[in-house]
């Protein structure tokens, strides 16, 4: 089960899609904060205060591969890197969960500098003073600019009355002009979907 699909709280991340929206139908009964922080923020301050990280995080991780992880490899084909810059454009691709199971499913732990600089990538995501959280309210929408923020949701209760059930429509879309990607992330765009839009729902 994908974490949207349950109401447990999700880890900073980034989708698979260039522009992230995110449309309120109904509120739970309580929970379900929505944040968003900056990856070039975050990238900033490791650069100022960690730069030996940025040789692990431009090389990238192995990430489980949720279609195949029951069939064949289910790992990528090739380390994924988290940041990569082009144009001066910082770019960003983060999920730390599918980075943890890729190590596992390989059967190749994280080394102890690998975990370091994920473990303070992560602490990054929880600086209240680099965050912005929010609450959605029934018919607000938000966007962002997944490739360069990364978002997270808290956990949420839904109620036993359908207005209290929390439902929420998730829209992928891609930029009209390409966003200038790294070559480091590979063919794919960092896993951005091929197409213009992809609707999706999280309950």
């Not at 650069?47 to 192995?62: C, I, K, M, T």
């Not at 289910?74 to 994924?80: E, F, K, T």
């Not at 303070?120 to 959280?133: A, G, M, P």
Request: charged residues 20%; glycine residues 8%; proline residues 4%.
């Amino acid at each position: 089960m994908r974490g949207y699909e349950t109401s447990a709280y999700l880890p900073y991340h980034t989708d698979r899609a260039e522009l992230l929206g995110l449309m309120c139908l109904r509120q739970g009964l309580a929970g379900g904060l929505s944040s968003y922080v900056s990856a070039a923020e975050i990238y900033n301050i490791i650069l100022a205060e960690h730069p030996e990280y940025f040789g692990l995080l431009y090389n990238g991780f192995y990430y489980i591969r949720r279609e195949e992880a029951l069939t064949g490899n289910g790992v990528s084909a090739l380390p994924l890197p988290v940041f990569g810059h082009r144009d001066g454009v910082i770019r960003c691709r983060y999920i730390r969960n599918q980075i943890n199971a890729g190590a596992e499913k390989r059967g190749i732990a994280l080394t102890p500098m690998e975990r370091e600089a994920l473990d303070f990538f992560d602490s990054l995501t929880q600086r209240l003073d680099l965050r912005l959280d929010f609450t959605m309210a029934p018919g607000e929408i938000a966007f962002c600019n997944n490739l360069t923020t990364l978002h997270s949701r808290t956990s949420f209760v839904n109620g036993a009355e359908h207005h209290q059930q929390r439902h929420m429509l998730r829209l992928w879309l891609r930029f009209n002009e390409p966003w200038p990607i790294s070559p480091l992330f590979g063919d794919d765009g960092n896993y951005v979907l091929h197409g213009r839009t992809v609707v999706s729902t999280e309950t």
